[in-house]
């Protein structure tokens, strides 16, 4: 029984260490093929990103006017929607309940994904509105995009702390302030046994995809710099991104390891 236990434990580190190899043989050739495509349509390729590149530079400013008026429309319709099912929370019965703050977190949930995800293609947008060769260009393209610009963050970012005021008005229970710095710590020490699970399957979720998602945006940097000269910037923040996520991971991973031995 011992050697069968033996044999299969062997059996299955051999199969993963076949699986390793052929999922690098399968990385390496589609980063062969994207290499090879690459080469052939160089040309084609650095003068539809020159052309992308060129129209939005040139449409920056109404582009980032468009996103202020988005984040306001954003912001009202989800907030107003959420209010709507927390008034209606205080007014219905017991046998409701759950179906409105489905609801309810469906439209938070959704205003909370938007105001973020604006946040960050204002930013985007923003920085394609440089370089501009000459300097009084530079300066007056700036003050004409730093305003919209602003003002979506600005929007969004109130948006994101009404929506934490509102939810703290549905559950009196909920901690913390949105504008406070450890509004993260105390807003987990808040929440119950069940809710603190969904975050951490959903947390664990995240990590693994970026784990994966960083490596191949890595691999794309890369091969954009080799292949169009695109900068070194890309290739370094994303490289300190992924060895920072997996460094402060393995760092807590080790210390509540030692927390539940110690218990």
Not at 8 to 37: D, H, P, Q, T, W
Not at 45 to 73: D, E, H, K, N, T
Not at 138 to 150: E, K
């Amino acid at each position: 029984r011992m050697s069968n236990m033996t044999e299969k434990r062997v059996e299955k580190k051999m199969n993963s260490y076949l699986k390793m190899i052929l999922m690098m043989c399968l990385g390496g050739a589609i980063g062969a093929v994207f290499g090879v495509g690459l080469v052939l349509y160089e040309d084609g390729m650095a003068g539809m990103l020159q052309a992308f590149s060129g129209w939005m530079r040139a449409y920056v400013v109404p582009i980032l006017w468009v996103f202020v008026a988005a984040s306001l429309v954003v912001s009202i319709v989800c907030y107003r929607k959420a209010e709507s099912y927390v008034q209606k929370m205080d007014e219905e019965d017991d046998s409701l309940m759950e179906e409105l703050d489905q609801r309810y977190e469906a439209w938070s949930s959704a205003g909370m994904l938007a105001s973020s995800v604006l946040m960050c293609l204002s930013m985007v947008i923003f920085a394609f509105g440089f370089p501009v060769t000459e300097e009084e260009a530079a300066y007056q393209r700036l003050g004409m995009t730093v305003i919209p610009f602003l003002a979506t963050v600005l929007v969004c970012v109130m948006y994101q702390i009404a929506a934490v005021r509102q939810l703290r008005r549905k559950d009196p229970s909920k901690k913390g302030d949105a504008s406070d710095l450890h509004f993260e710590k105390e807003w987990i020490e808040s929440c119950d046994e069940a809710e603190r699970m969904v975050i951490y399957k959903s947390s664990y979720k995240a990590f693994t995809m970026m784990k994966t998602l960083l490596m191949i945006l890595l691999t794309i940097a890369m091969l954009g710099q080799l292949s169009f000269g695109t900068g070194m910037t890309a290739v370094v923040l994303l490289a300190l991104a992924n060895i920072i996520m997996l460094s402060v991971y393995s760092a807590y991973s080790m210390k509540f390891q030692k927390t539940k031995f110690a218990d």
